[in-house]
């Protein structure tokens, strides 16, 4: 009893001791895996995100940047797409509405016959009508904002009605919550027909369909 009592303390403390000087050396090696690890998935993050960015955004990061002559070149492969680059489409009409000079969100209206000589204006015209018709609800505030402005594509101001209704009952611009864009243009169409002509424009809105061109719209001439 006085042998076995001796000795069971003794392994006891041993295996203690054996215990602790294995983490003590392992603790080293670990602490090493561990850094070597986190370095690794900073590396493979890093990785993941050169591999993610996608030159679909350059054209949208130049127009932002107010960089319209270059985001043309980025977005024009885009837009010339079609269906599903409606956002392409809207962003180079308005960069060419830029390069036109004009700002149709406020101010005093541009002469309208002077305005559809300029090439770039066209273009813009065209390419805008192109994501409207898709049913880009931005598009359809800046056509909203061109009938304001006397620049529709016709000077039917029904049309610039029936173009303030697809905006304002635009599904895609609901279901995102988007606040309106274009009121003092729509308000400004509102106070120019009588309810009558408000109400046809409601009417042509309630009978569009989408519409998806395929034709490109022409290159404006330096």
Known sequence: MGFNGEYRPLVGQRFFLLLVMGVLLCEPALAQAQRETTNENVRRRQAERQQQHSPYWDGFILKHQGNCTEAIEKLKPLANRGFGFEDAQ??????????????????????????????????????????????????????????????????????????????????????????????????????????????IGKERARDWVPLYDKKTPPAPTQ
């Not at 060419?96 to 406020?106: E, N, R």
């Not at 005093?108 to 994501?131: C, H, M, N, V, Y």
């Not at 606040?179 to 400004?188: G, R």
């Open 90 to 199: 809207s962003a180079l009409g308005e960069c060419y509405l830029q390069l036109a000079g004009l700002d149709v969100t406020g101010g005093s209206a541009p002469d309208r016959e002077e305005t559809f000589e300029k090439q770039k204006f066209k273009t813009a015209l065209e390419w805008i009508g192109k994501a409207a018709r898709a049913g880009h609800f931005g598009a359809q505030a800046i056509m909203v904002s061109l009938y304001a402005a006397g620049l529709g594509p016709n000077d039917d101001i029904i049309e610039g009605a029936k173009w303030a209704h697809l905006y304002l009952t635009n599904p895609s611009r609901l279901n995102l919550g988007a606040p309106i864009a274009a009121v003092v243009s729509i308000d400004q169409i509102r106070e120019s027909m009588d309810k009558t002509s408000w109400l």
